[in-house]
Nanobody, 121 residues
């Protein structure tokens, strides 16, 4: 099973930016895909964005969030989050699965421990 670690969470003011990073113990593209989810207290995890050979975004992330891979690092991707709002406050998780990006968290086989993002003045 792949190992996944997130980093980059923290406190940011509304309108600010934050970059989350994810490192996996497996090769992304061609074998595995990587995705970001977030979870609000008492709610299920929701899909934000996923990347394999292509990149996919939830409607809530389009225009504000950008997911990208580091071509030189086969197991690393970063989520750039701009124009953050208080309602973006959540625990953010990175996950990997084989083959294709899915918005269903139950399909992902490996998860990081999560990183907290708090958007507040």
């Amino acid at each position: 099973q792949a190992q996944v670690v997130e980093s980059g969470g923290g406190l940011v003011q509304p309108g600010g930016s934050l970059t989350l990073s994810c490192t996996a113990s497996v090769r992304i593209v061609g074998h595995y895909v990587m995705a970001w989810f977030r979870q609000f207290p008492g709610k299920d995890r929701e899909f934000i964005a996923g990347i394999g050979s292509d990149t996919y975004y939830a409607d809530s992330a389009k225009g504000r969030f950008t997911l990208s891979r580091d071509i030189a690092r086969y197991n690393f991707a970063s989520l750039q989050m701009n124009s953050l709002k208080p309602e973006d406050t959540a625990t953010y998780y990175c996950a990997v699965k084989r083959y294709d990006v899915s918005q269903d968290p139950s399909e992902y086989t490996s998860w990081g421990p999560g990183t907290q993002v708090t958007v507040s003045a």
